[in-house]
């Protein structure tokens, strides 16, 4: 799924724009109401007592629906579409044009927006993985694996970056955090409710077809799900839920590298890190301790079959979402669908426009600056 540049979001896209794109709409939209307030969006008929959200905005609801594109809706959302039309009209100027300036965002969007092309390819971008992964011949493989997935943006079995230090902020630490899971939070494993028990079937179900997209016969896919669950409800068992997640204090735990290593001996940091190409550190913030324990008692007790099984799921998982049109339909039906209740796929541009921003979010910042104020 996403690369690590995916990150890197430039703080125009999501300031500058939503400022132009909104200074006339508001100035409009207040033009009638010297306290600021839109009253048309006011719902009379509403008991301000009673339900004082539905009294403020009802008429607004009643007048704005949710797209069936999205799972929500609200006045940003407004902003961020008239944004994306913008942004749409930057793109595909470059993409059409000679520009040299704009060729990467031009050749990247044209790119996405070759369907066609994309289909053609069906699970071949997968190949290259996929083979690095049929090619491991014990645990003692992973550990120059991981680096290659975890910088190709795979989020298999734990996540690895920097960020600044929660007690120094004058300083950047590595760290090491829980990762690996497919649902949203650890409770999903876990809940008894039929509602939960329900989507974890729904779940292993959409793990199979992605599977089978990949490659795996269709006789092996129901088994190489139940694979897939065992190891990341394994790995939800230790790790903490959102709600523990707020506490900072609960994801700090510098130390020594040499220590970690005592905590996860079945997974050889050194040659982990060495496969990084990291700069060089003596200590890091290994956010929960415990999820590396259970992290490393999972590589010591699960099939290496299986440990390959959840692999090569995470690989497909990560992609799936820009590749052949199989795989975006499947990927939608359960993490749009299933899991947020959205009725549609966005439109082809809509992703392209987002993900040429996640990707080169600075060039086409900076080609929106140049056409909105003629910097």
Partial sequence: MPRTSRRLFLALTFVSLPLAGALGFAQARTAASQSGLELTAIDRTADPCTDFYRFACGEWLNANPIPADRSRWGRFDEVKERND???????????????????????????CMD?????????????????RIAAVKSTSDLPGLLADLHTGGVNAFFQFGAEADFKDA???LAIADQGGLGLPDRDYYFKDDPKSVELRKAYVEHVARLLGLSGVPTAQTAAAADAVMRIESAL???ALDNVARRNPTSLYHKMPVRELQELTPR????????????????????????????????????PLADIKTYLRWQVAHASA???????????????????????????????????????????????????????
Avoid at 115 to 131: H, T
Avoid at 331 to 357: H, I, S
Wanted: net charge neutral.
């Fill in 170 to 172: 004058t300083h950047v």
């Fill in 236 to 238: 939800a068992r230790q």
């Fill in 115 to 131: 369907e066609p092309a994309i289909n053609r390819k069906g699970a071949s971008p997968l190949d290259a993985d996929l083979r």
């Fill in 85 to 111: 039309q913008m942004l749409r009209t930057i793109l595909e100027a470059a993409a059409n044009g000679r520009d040299a300036s704009s060729r990467r965002i031009g050749d990247y969007y044209a790119s």
């Fill in 321 to 375: 979402f820009i590749l052949s049109k199989p795989f975006v339909d499947e990927n939608f039906q359960f993490y749009g669908a299933t899991l947020q209740g959205t009725k549609e796929l966005l439109p082809r541009w809509k992703r392209c426009v987002q993900y040429t921003d996640s990707d080169l979010g600075e060039a086409l910042g900076e080609a929106f600056v140049t056409q909105a104020f003629g910097a």
């Fill in 267 to 302: 997974f050889d940091w050194t040659r982990y890190i060495a496969a990084l190409n990291a700069p060089s550190f003596v200590a890091l913030n290994v956010a929960e301790p415990e999820f590396f324990k259970g992290f490393s008692q999972v590589v010591a007790s699960s």
